[in-house]
Structures are given as C-alpha cells and as structure tokens.
C-alpha cells in the first residue's frame, strides 16, 4: 500500500522557484506533524536525509535554517496533501526531497521522493 507519493521536481535554474507536493494515506496525515526531508546527491542511507521543514496537526511550522525565509510548507486537510514552495533555489538545494511525518524516527514507509535539480 502506497502511503506517501511526491511530485513536483524537475530541473531549474538558479534563483527559480519550485513547489513540491505529497499526498498521504489518511491514516498517517491526520494523526502526525508532517515533513519535508531532503538526500544530497551520492548520499543513500536514510539516515542521511536531512530534515527541511516541518508542519503540525494545527498549521504550526519549523524550517531548518537554510530554509528559512525561502521554502514555505503548507498542508491542506481536505486532499491530505503537503505541499513545499521553494524560491530563490541554489545549486546547493539539489537533492531528492520526500515527505513522511516527523520526528524522523517515527517515519513510515518512504515513497519514491522527487528530483530537484538546481542548475549554476
């Protein structure tokens, strides 16, 4: 059973924006704080995915440092979904992201995540 399915990457250039989404079983995003985690290239254990951002039951947000002030997470209750607004992208956001809840320790069965790639 597919719990959470990400989509929106691709390829821009720097300074671009992007917006990512991640649809979730219901089960997992009624109940949990929702997050964005990102993998670097060349990076393959789970353990490497760094946490971006990160938001509660009750809309509350929290972004890691270097995204603060340039990525918005959203959630919509009614389709179940997360969302990630990206702006102002550096070389350096090139990963793949996924979304599952947090803290990390408790994630969930990861989905596939989505590319993005950031062009010099």
């Known amino acids: 059973q597919v719990q959470l399915v990400e989509s929106g990457g691709g390829l821009v250039e720097t300074g671009d924006s992007l917006s990512l989404s991640c649809a979730a079983a219901?089960?997992?995003?009624?109940?949990?704080?929702m997050a964005w985690y990102r993998q670097y290239p060349g990076q393959n254990l789970i353990s490497q995915r760094a946490w971006v951002a990160t938001i509660g039951t009750d809309g509350r947000t929290n972004y890691a440092d270097f995204a603060k002030g340039r990525f918005t997470i959203s959630r919509d209750n009614a389709k179940n979904t997360i969302g990630l607004t990206m702006d102002a992208l550096k070389p350096e956001d090139t990963a793949i992201y996924y979304c599952?809840?947090?803290?990390?320790?408790?994630?969930?069965?990861w989905g596939q995540g989505t590319q993005v790639t950031v062009s010099s």
């Open positions: 219901p089960d997992i995003f009624t109940k949990n704080p």
């Open positions: 599952n809840v947090h803290p990390k320790f408790r994630a969930r069965s």
